[in-house]
């Protein structure tokens, strides 16, 4: 291939794809939301003349100065009268309103749910029955302790609030990508969340849980066990919001046709797989690019990788409901998938960025409380109390009821009563009554009938005596957690002892960590000591049980969720400097692009990089266009390294420590590392790979796989694509973790 025709491929492979992409988002941007809220969208086109207007559409002919006296010498007081110059003023001074209490920082996208299999045996909710609709929907991603400003990768739950605009009325369930909560009785939710959030006394740390506070919290509030080993654990650290599960962790109900009740807990997994940062990278990444996981939401979605995930539902039927050994309306534990099996009856799909953040992902208004026929509460104490809460901080937020009104909050189904004014009122209602009933009784409350009747609750019999108490079986706190301990790969339990780590070794009261090794002793010994060897206090002399529960639960691993076999907008840099080669470059971006993995040419600079052949030519604009230079890109911000063959720019990337650190420190984190021709060279200069030699692959066109680490040294063109296979074959599985079972990351 010639240098002009590789150049000219290149081109085409980016373009090509845009072009496909652009369609596909073109024929996407009509579902019936998407069009309500077209009607609030404005554009330059849709004024008069392109003019600037004021918000009472006066045209606008200068917004640079306000209006003054000028004397002589060319200033003077401002007039009071600038009606313009004080409209934008005050405007300004009061664009914001409250940031959520917890939650605040998110990103949000619009998508689409379709079912596949009716749940008609267990719901009337039309949603769920009805395999011919397409439900649009408005999804909310977010950290929970850090204010809006804070960085996306800290260690945290993950908010996934997911809303169904549903014909019937919309239908939110405000859940997280873990399971469980901390506590159990939502009277305690201040309690847990001032105790995470920044320090009363100095408003530190942020968006952090390792400090003194929180840790003391979690140990004298046993509840909290099953929920922090989770925290702990990788899914605190996603790789990004397409790479969660989300779960609407409390207990609901689904009322059928026949008016029987089955419990539910509503689950969702990702076909890329769940999949998780490293710490270092993670702690990194918050400095680096605080903005990671919503620009990669955004740049996902822009460039047609669409996120799905699959939903299910798992119910136990009333009868069963006393079965368990754990309460099922508690919260704190989950219903192990080998006991209740998760139903999964549809999916959705992400495939559209919001146009405007302000107007739709801050004042989406998600409340529990809002459900549809079909679906019902429980008694779950969790649920009852958040029902209060979300109401009640939206009012806060919006300083008003009438925040359904909004655009995003704005019902596909239409809306009609007689609850009418408040501030900020926009519907204009007929008729001369707003009370029921009334003599013309125009509308009215309608009877239940299944899906499409008016909403009934459950009859429920309720009898008891008032007591500020829970159920027995609520009392018990450490099994699960013990379990979900158990069901950790090797890995994934060393993840967690560092995090344990990590976190109380940043609290200086001793009595908190030392009374946190006692809560960990109460979930496993292995665990305590190890823990407390390294933060430095005594380890426990014997384990708080004489018998730890030994099974696991299913599908709590990551490792058990690894996803499709898709590498759909993973991130791969190419690490070039002048003399490389050009050829090896473009097949392999070819193979990977036809994967839809998105790559990034890293070089020596920024701007065209010379490849061998071209390097004599004296004009500037020859080359391949770097994305990045080495050094205002970083390898954290990637999933994979491609280091393509070319002597010159070999000997080039020799001579850089910062481009030898970009390698060594991806090998730390365990991602996939590719290099072929002389970037062989390169990569065995930068790594240790114990029992491998690289230069035994010159005389071979072999592609060699050593912990993630794929070489083919003599590659000629015909085989990239083989390499390319074993590279993306890598890269969906996320992180070689035998790399770091054998401690080769720790010897880069
Ligand atoms: Fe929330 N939670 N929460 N929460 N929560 C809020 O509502 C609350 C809980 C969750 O993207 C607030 O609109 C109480 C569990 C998400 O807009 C507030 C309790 C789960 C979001 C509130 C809980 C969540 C919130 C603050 C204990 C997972 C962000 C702003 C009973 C199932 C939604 C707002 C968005 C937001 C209260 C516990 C998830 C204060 C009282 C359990 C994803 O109302």
């Excluded at 652009?22 to 941007?29: D, G, I, R, V």
């Excluded at 090896?584 to 052949?613: C, H, N, S, W, Y």
């Excluded at 085989?719 to 079972?741: I, L, P, T």
């Amino acid at each position: 291939m010639s240098l002009q025709s590789a150049l000219e491929t290149m081109q085409e492979v980016g373009g090509g794809l845009k072009a496909k992409m652009a369609e596909k988002a073109n024929a996407l941007s009509s579902n019936a939301k998407i069009k309500q809220l077209g009607q609030y969208t404005v554009t330059p086109e849709s004024t008069r003349d392109n003019c600037m207007t004021t918000n009472t559409g006066v045209k606008v002919s200068n917004t640079d100065d306000w209006l003054k006296v000028i004397s002589d010498n060319g200033t003077g007081p401002h007039i009071l009268e600038d009606f313009h110059a004080r409209e934008k003023i005050h405007h300004f001074d009061h664009e914001r309103i409250p940031e959520r209490v917890v939650h605040a920082r998110g990103a949000g996208a619009h998508g689409v749910f379709r079912l596949f299999e009716s749940a008609a045996d267990v719901t009337c909710a039309k949603v769920l029955t009805d395999t011919s609709r397409e439900t649009p929907m408005f999804v909310r991603f977010s950290t929970v302790l850090g204010s809006r400003g804070s960085a996306d990768t800290v260690r945290d739950v993950r908010g996934f609030a997911i809303r169904f605009y549903t014909d019937e009325g919309n239908w939110d369930i405000v859940g997280n990508n873990i399971p469980v909560f901390f506590i159990q009785d939502s009277i305690k939710f201040p309690d847990v969340i001032h105790s995470g959030k920044p320090e009363p006394s100095t408003e530190v740390p942020q968006a952090q849980s390792a400090h003194n506070n929180f840790w003391d919290f979690m140990g004298l509030q046993p509840e909290t066990s099953h929920m922090f080993m989770w925290a702990m654990s990788d899914r605190g650290i996603p790789r990004s919001y397409r790479m969660m599960q989300g779960f609407g962790v409390n207990t609901f109900a689904l009322i059928n046709e026949q008016g029987e009740r089955t419990f539910v807990k509503f689950v969702w997994t990702p076909e890329l797989g769940v999949h998780s940062l490293v710490w270092d990278e993670a702690l990194k990444i918050c400095g680096q690019d605080p903005d990671f996981h919503r620009k990669d939401l955004y740049a996902a979605i822009d460039n047609g990788a669409y996120p799905k995930w699959k939903f299910g539902i798992q119910c136990i039927k009333e009868a069963d409901a006393d079965n368990f050994d754990f309460d099922i309306l508690d919260s704190t534990k989950l219903w192990p998938e080998q006991l209740v099996p998760v139903r999964y009856i549809g999916e959705f799909e992400l495939n559209r960025n919001v146009t405007e953040y302000f107007p739709e992902t801050e004042q989406v208004a998600f409340c529990t409380s809002h459900i549809v026929p079909g679906i019902d509460f429980t008694d779950d104490p969790l649920l009852q109390g958040r029902n209060f809460s979300y109401l009640d901080t939206q009012l806060n937020r919006f300083g008003s009821f009438n925040f359904n009104e909004l655009p995003i909050n704005r019902p596909l189904a239409p809306t009609l009563n007689n609850q009418r004014d408040g501030f900020m009122r926009h519907t204009i209602t007929e008729g001369k009554v707003n009370y029921w009933p009334n003599r013309y009784s125009s509308i009215k409350p309608t009877p239940a009938s299944g899906g499409s009747g008016g909403f009934e609750t459950y009859r429920q019999e309720v009898n008891g005596f008032k007591q500020r108490k829970r159920g027995p079986k609520f009392y018990e706190h450490l099994n699960q957690a013990t379990q979900f301990y158990n069901s950790m790969r090797p890995h994934e339990k060393r993840h967690m002892t560092n995090s344990f780590v990590f976190e109380l070794s940043k609290c200086d009261d001793p009595q908190v960590y030392t009374t946190m090794i006692e809560r960990l002793n109460m979930v496993s010994f292995e665990l305590a000591c190890t823990v407390a060897t390294q933060v430095g206090v005594a380890p426990p002399e014997k384990p708080f049980k004489t018998e730890y529960p030994t099974a696991a639960i299913q599908g709590v691993s990551q490792a058990e969720l690894t996803g499709n076999g898709s590498i759909e907008g993973r991130r791969v840099a190419i690490l070039i400097a002048d003399g490389f080669d050009l050829g090896q470059v473009t097949e392999m971006r070819t193979a990977l692009a036809a994967q839809k993995a998105v790559t990034f040419i890293v070089g020596e600079r920024r701007g065209p990089i010379k490849a061998a052949g071209q390097e004599e030519s004296s004009k500037y604009e020859e080359g391949l266009g770097a994305d990045f230079s080495w050094e205002s890109g970083r390898s954290t911000l990637f999933d994979a390294i491609y280091v393509p063959g070319g002597a010159g720019h070999i000997l080039k990337m020799k001579q850089s420590g910062r481009v030898t650190h970009w390698v060594r420190e991806a090998f730390e984190h365990l991602k996939p590392i590719c290099a072929t021709g002389e970037g062989v060279d390169f990569i065995q200069q930068a790594v240790v790979l114990p029992g491998v030699d690289l230069a035994l692959s010159e005389q071979s066109t072999e592609v060699v796989n050593s912990y993630g680490v794929i070489t083919s040294r003599n590659v000629g063109l015909t085989n990239v694509g083989d390499v390319a296979k074993q590279f993306s074959q890598e890269m969906s599985q996320h992180r070689n973790w035998a790399r770091e079972d054998a401690g080769l990351n720790l010897k880069v």
